[in-house]
């Protein structure tokens, strides 16, 4: 019904930048929120940032959130009337290595941070940063 493709992940030094792209095709709502979240190996899953539309392609001004072992790094931005939406990774830390996977959900404010809350799920996409 609705898919999300990860790309972009790969092996970075410390310090170095990575940019995530997800790319939905299929039925979309035209209100809707897309997250980026990432998985260690034994460690849950973590929020890094989410993005909230409303209609005519445009997302509120409080749309963008950002975890906070993310704030001032990471970037989430869109284009292409929500066809992707991209993660930029800058100064990144060794604590940054996971499984970054994108997700789409309601378009709802108090649980755009929650992973639960998230109906469709890419395959997620590998970082990992050396020191």
């Known amino acids: 019904q609705v898919q999300l493709v990860e790309s972009g992940g790969g092996l970075v030094q410390a310090g170095g930048s990575l940019r995530l792209s997800c790319a939905a095709s299929?039925?979309?709502?035209?209100?809707?929120?897309m997250g980026w979240f990432r998985q260690a190996p034994g460690k849950e899953r973590e929020f890094v940032g989410a993005?909230?539309?409303?209609?005519?392609?445009?997302?509120?001004?409080?749309?963008?959130k950002y975890g906070d072992s993310v704030k001032g790094r990471f970037t989430i931005s869109a284009m292409n009337a929500k066809n992707t939406v991209y993660l930029q990774m800058n100064e990144l830390k060794p604590e940054d290595t996971a499984v970054y996977y994108c997700?789409?959900?309601?378009?709802?404010?108090?649980?755009?941070?929650?992973?639960?809350?998230?109906?469709?799920w890419g395959l997620g996409t590998q970082v990992t940063v050396s020191s």
């Open positions: 299929g039925r979309t709502f035209s209100a809707y929120a």
């Open positions: 997700a789409l959900g309601p378009n709802s404010l108090p649980t755009v941070t929650l992973w639960e809350a998230y109906d469709y």
């Open positions: 993005i909230r539309w409303s209609g005519d392609n445009k997302y509120y001004e409080d749309s963008v």
